[in-house]
Each structure stands twice: as structure tokens, then as C-alpha cells.
């Protein structure tokens, strides 16, 4: 993604439905300070006022495994209905070293390969290339994943000599789509999956920024909420929930596995662990800390901590659908069609030509406004007519002007 | 060293010769809240009073090689006169992922190897595992490296077909052995790694810790700062000199580096800022506030922010050293020698039998008393006679009442 930053370093002023940035005018750094000082409270009363051993758990080297992971244990119970041993927690670096410390877990040889639905997140791209692990690509369909075609990418990798471990998703508002996958297609994926001898990595940075949380629209279950047979590894991110300056993840692994020939098993966590102290030692307590405040603060539900985030989400996504269809009225010239998701951060524009990176830079210098082209989702090959907007960090202003000077530039192109 | 953990959680009354962590005493929260304030307030004034900006910069996604590395790049030229541009500064999750990034830089197949002097420091080993990069092993010599070792083992890894790509060396007190190496032995060592196409990977979290900086014993330069060739890549950790709590390290990395086959090159810090951005995306900006902070209030030195530190290490160093002669005198059994470090955190000592993680549990058990058996360093191989001593953060008494426990100990199974 560096031509995408440069593009938008070299034109600050441009309005920006590219950047998936988490809006920010929420945060501050009084709040920061709370948090640590809530935290530092919570492991003074833990170890009845032992002050020493709130400086060391605070201010030195620590459990590799973290010092939040009873804390995230209940926000997912509070939040998601999972319930999970507090030692199958694994507090990282971001979802990002989750993700990678998972791939390189699983990836024993090149024969070990990953499966994704493509389009996929560049970052789980990236931590299977940092893994040396290849990613078979798997057929998105209007549901989220086609899961007849994960059987049969799966059946033919085995048939080459292959061993697919793992199929990378995103059911909630995934990563560049927008898409949610229903309830049906969750319930089939964990069966096929199970079948398949496969486990599914789901990662859930969005699922909180749906539609409001009553009546019909109620959030759908995570796959990690539905798995009965520990057949879920569950990748969760604070960067948009908590506090982005925090890099503070997690992964839920609670599966057992072979430590080595002998048959003698270990949690994937303690697995996961290991391979942690070779690459990070332990995340940074002083920043599991603002998280912990923050969890602490909001009786460890992030879906009450989110309430004006989610308001901000949904009426930017609101703004930017009813902006597109009032500027691209369907049957007229320029034919732009877009998907409509429910919530999230993305969605996925088709123009009516091929939009690359150079047209990119050209849209940004001519018209100063920046989105992604969808080729980066896609393992190499040229351009294509999808983009992605972000509409997450945006005033309603920029939205407006923005939308403005997307369809201009539609317009531009399409004669 | 998942072992050496349990044991030191099994035995918590146990005094402790086996941690590397630094000092605490000096340690606390407001500092951590002072030090964050300090740095928002110099951003503050870098960016004309725009709240906005320092609030993106400290709580927001961020700048995949940091926003300390200014300061960094300062730090470096008032403690150690070495200068950097600071684009050439990666800040890392500590010193362990700048390991990773440059071995997984560095590798391309199996073919590319890694040198390090035997024994080595458990990180750089477990750093390497990870990037699937093999260790070749260098002797050791009283000065520290045998250099000739290293020419011959480069040699035959060529004529092997390897491509030995650089040495992990720590010059100044090194982990495990305390060894420094010499004036001498840095020169032959920069013009041997030259000669021979290697880069130097110099470790250096411990060359604050040495004798008072006055006369004769006054620090010898750093490899980085004989360098004038850019054949080394210099690892730094804040972990022992600003705050563990942190985790925040770095990476000097001012190399040319090819990006492709068409011969175009690019810094070798933009490629580990690459390699960064699927691995841990950046560095929590929180964390780097800290360092930043305490980096300009002692006006970019960490040699002055440590004074205290030093002033204990030195202390404890010297009541080991003197403790040992008086407990193990020479000539009388139990035989037991040792090497005499002039700084760091640790010393070497040698039994007169083999002390293996056998014994160490026994010991602990019996004595309540904890090392490290040497072998940990050793890639493979079994119970050796050498335990290593850390001196860091102990109290004067415990290290009377531990120095006791360990002669009782010996004694008791040199019968």
C-alpha cells in the first residue's frame, strides 16, 4: 500500500475515502492517562496494594501472553457471547502480529497453504507472504464466501500434495467488501470447514459498527459465537474499538495441537506464545493498559464504549449511499453501481471503466479526492472497474464535496 | 526459555541470578504520564499549536517507522557520536522485531545464513528460527570474536554454496558472556566482515553499563561508530535504558539494498518498513511518546537519564565479583572461576560439574537460588559446567544471601 500513502502524502488536501482510519475526534489524551490510572487501579486492588508488583506488571518485562487477556476474555462475553478460557487469549501487537503469529504456526512447509476469499485484506496478504505461506484464493459471492468453491479449492489442493490449514475470513463488513456473510452461509462454512479438516481465522475488526443493535437488524453471530468443535481462530483488533496509538490485538486460540512426533499436545495459545517471544517478547504493557481503563470503564462492553463511533458509522454510510444514488441515478450515464452494506467502514464502487493506480494519482491531482482501486485486494494482476470507499473517519461535509468531486471525475472519464 | 520461566514461577521465594530485567527501583507511573505530556507538548509546538495533528500523531494509525526517530537519530549522536539520517531509524516493537525485520530482510531462500558468535543471546537464535534463517556458529575469544573463525566459517559456507549475509554480534558486554570486545578486535572485525561481504547486525543494549566514562576506562566506540563503509546495521533496545514497559526499540539501517532484478535500490530501512507494515504495522505512538519524552528531558542522553542505573549496576557487579573471590578463593575447592565483565548485566561462572536444567530446578528447590545454565546459548548440545549470572536487578542484601545459597550449593555437589 505505499503508492496509496505517497498518492496521499503528495496531495494533502485531498478528501480521502480511501484511508480505513477510524474516526478520531473522540479520542484524546486525557482520556489515555485515565485509562492507564483506571488500569493501575484495578491490579492495585488485584494485589491488595502491593505497589511494587503494579510497577513491575505495568513498567517491565512481562507475560508474553499479556496482562489484559482476562479483560478481553469478558468483552467477549459482554459483547459477543463468546465464551473463552482467559489463557486461550493471546494479546498482540495489533490484529496484524496476531495474524502473522497464526499463519506462521500453521505453515510447517511449503506444502501448508492458506485459503482466503478474494478479494482479501492486504494485511492478512502481507502476514502470509511475511510466513512464507501461499494463499489459494476462494470465490466471494453475494453472501460473503461461496462455500462450494472453499470444498473444491480445498479438494484440489489436497489432490496437488497440498495441505490447506486454514481459510482467512471476514464475516462482519469484511475487508475491502462491505460484505456480511448471513446466517446460513456462517452455519455452512463452519460445517464444510469441519469437514475439511480446515480452521477458519476469522477476523472481526468491524462487527461492532453494524445497523443498531434491536429488533431484525440484530448483529448476526460470529462464526468464533457458533463453533462447537473449537474450529474458529478468532483474530480481534482494538485499533478501531479502543484506541488505534495502543497497536493493541488479540487472538483467541483455544484449540489443542501436536507439540511434536511424540503426540503430547499444547493449547495453540501457548503455541502462539512461544513463537511471540521470538518476535515481539510481549506487548507493551503501558498500552494494554489504555485498553484495559478503556474496558474497564465501559464494564467491558466496547459496543456502550462505541456508541457515538457506531452513530458517526452508520450516518456516514447513510450520507455516502444516498449521496451516490442522488449522483448516479440508475438507467443514466455515467453507470456506476455500488453493494449497500449495513455497516463497517467499506463499500465497493463499479465504474464504468478500468480504475488503476493511475488514475488514481490523476483523480487526486485533478480532482482531490483519493479512494482505492480494488486490483490491490487482488493477487497481482491489472486493473479493474471496482474501487473501494472508506467511510469511516469523514465529515459530513467532506462527504458531500467529496462525492461531488468523485462524480466529476466519473463524469470526466466516462466520455 | 519457557523452562526457566516455570521454574522462576514455581519458586517465587527464590533469589534470582537468572533475569536479564533492569532495575525497576527508579521506575514509576507519573514519570510515564509526565514523559507522554512532555513529548505531546514538543509535537504541540512542532506543529504550530495544531491539536488536531498531535492528537492524529500520538492516537491515531501512524507512520510505519516511527515518530521518534529524530530524537533517536539525536540520542544517538550525544551518547554514542554516531550519525544517522533519521530516515535511515526504524523504531520497532523492542529490539526483538528490529532482530526479526533484518533477518527476514536479509533472507531469501535457504541458502542465506546467519554467523554469530557461540554462545548467542537466545533472541537473536529464536529470531532467526522464526525467519527459517540457519546460524552458523563463530568461536568466541577472550576478545570477544575469534575473527579468523569468522573468515573460515564464512569461506566454507560459501564453498557449501551458502551465502553468509551478516554476523549478529553484541560488542559492548555482551549476552551471556560480559565479554567487550577490544579496540583491536572491532577494527579486524569491521575490515574482515568487509572483506568477506558480510554485514555486522550490532547489538547493543548494554554499552550505557560500564565503567565511570572518565580516563582510561572510558567506553570504546561502537561499531556503528567505526563504520564508515555502512557495513553495520545497529540494533537498539530501550527496553534497559528508557523503560521495558514501553517496548520500544530501533533500528539503524542506512544500507543501499536492491528492491528488484532491474537493479534500482532503496534504504534497507524502507524495506524493513515494509516487512514492518505486515508485521506489526507500526509501533504504538503511546509507547514512543514515553521515550520521546524522556529523551528530551535529559536533552537526548540516555547516559545522563541513567546515572542511577549505572551508578547500582556498577555496585552490583562489583559485590558479585567480590563476592565470588571471597566465597570460591583460588586454589580450594569447590573450583569455581569466573570471568570479571568492567560492565553489563551479566558474568560467566564455570562449576566444577555439570549444571544442567536438572540441577537448576534442585537448586531452586533446595537453595532457592536461580541461574542460568549455559546451555540455553548453545544451539543444541547438553548440560554444560558454565551458568550464567545476572547482576541487574538485585538488591545489595539478596545478592549476599544469594551469593551464600549458591556456594552452598556447589559445595554441596562438589562432594
Redesign the interface.
Given at each position: 500500500?505505499?503508492f496509496l500513502n505517497e498518492v496521499a502524502q503528495h496531495y494533502p488536501d485531498a478528501i480521502s475515502f480511501a484511508a480505513g482510519?477510524?474516526y478520531?475526534e473522540f479520542?484524546?489524551?486525557p482520556s489515555?492517562?485515565r485509562q492507564?490510572?483506571l488500569f493501575?487501579a484495578h491490579l492495585r486492588e488485584r494485589f491488595d496494594g502491593d505497589e511494587r508488583r503494579v510497577?513491575?506488571t505495568?513498567?517491565?518485562?512481562?507475560r508474553t501472553k499479556g496482562i489484559i487477556h482476562e479483560l478481553v476474555a469478558r468483552n467477549l462475553e459482554v459483547d459477543e457471547g463468546i465464551v473463552v478460557d482467559p489463557e486461550a487469549v493471546v494479546v498482540t501487537?495489533?490484529c496484524?502480529?496476531a495474524l502473522?503469529l497464526t499463519l506462521?504456526a500453521l505453515r510447517r512447509d511449503d506444502r501448508d497453504v492458506l485459503l482466503a476469499v478474494l478479494p482479501t485484506y492486504v494485511?492478512a496478504a502481507?502476514?502470509a507472504?511475511?510466513a512464507?505461506m501461499r494463499v489459494l484464493p476462494v470465490a466471494q459471492s453475494a453472501a460473503g464466501i461461496d462455500v462450494d468453491d472453499l470444498v473444491a479449492v480445498a479438494r484440489r489442493a489436497r489432490e496437488q500434495g497440498l495441505r490447506p490449514r486454514a481459510c482467512y475470513v471476514v464475516p462482519d463488513f469484511g475487508n475491502p467488501s462491505g460484505i456480511s456473510f448471513d446466517l446460513a452461509t456462517r452455519e455452512r462454512l463452519l460445517a464444510a470447514a469441519h469437514d475439511n479438516g480446515l480452521l477458519l481465522l476469522e477476523d472481526n475488526p468491524y462487527g461492532l459498527f453494524g445497523a443498531e443493535p434491536t429488533g431484525r437488524s440484530a448483529p448476526l453471530p460470529t462464526l468464533k459465537a457458533l463453533d462447537t468443535t473449537r474450529g474458529v481462530v478468532y483474530l480481534g483488533s482494538f485499533?478501531k474499538t479502543g484506541?488505534?496509538?495502543?497497536?493493541?490485538g488479540y487472538v483467541v486460540a483455544d484449540q489443542r495441537v501436536e507439540t511434536g512426533p511424540d503426540g503430547r499436545t499444547e493449547l495453540l495459545a501457548d503455541r502462539l506464545g512461544?513463537?511471540k517471544?521470538?518476535?515481539?517478547?510481549?506487548?507493551?504493557?503501558?498500552?494494554q493498559a489504555?485498553i484495559g481503563g478503556k474496558l474497564l470503564e465501559n464494564g467491558g462492553s466496547l459496543r456502550t464504549a462505541n456508541e457515538r463511533e457506531c452513530a458517526v458509522y452508520r450516518r456516514n454510510l447513510r450520507m455516502v449511499l444516498d449521496g451516490l444514488a442522488r449522483r448516479f441515478p440508475a438507467g443514466r450515464r455515467p453507470h456506476v453501481t455500488w453493494n449497500r452494506p449495513t455497516g463497517g467502514f467499506f463499500l465497493v464502487c463499479a465504474l464504468p471503466f478500468a480504475a488503476g493506480d493511475d488514475l488514481l494519482e490523476e483523480c487526486a491531482r485533478e480532482h482531490r479526492v483519493l479512494w482505492t482501486p480494488m486490483h490491490h485486494f487482488y493477487a497481482g494482476g491489472g486493473a479493474r472497474r471496482e474501487i473501494r470507499l472508506s467511510v469511516s473517519h469523514l465529515e459530513p461535509e467532506e462527504i458531500e464535496t467529496g462525492l461531488d468531486r468523485l462524480a466529476r471525475f466519473v463524469t470526466a472519464h466516462d466520455a
Open positions: 500500500m505505499n482510519r477510524p478520531e479520542l484524546d489524551l489515555v492517562h492507564i490510572d493501575a510497577r513491575g505495568l513498567l517491565q518485562y512481562g501487537v495489533g496484524q502480529e502473522y506462521r494485511g502481507g502476514a507472504h511475511l512464507d485499533a484506541n488505534p496509538g495502543t497497536r493493541v512461544e513463537l517471544s521470538m518476535l515481539t517478547v510481549n506487548t507493551s504493557p503501558i498500552a489504555v
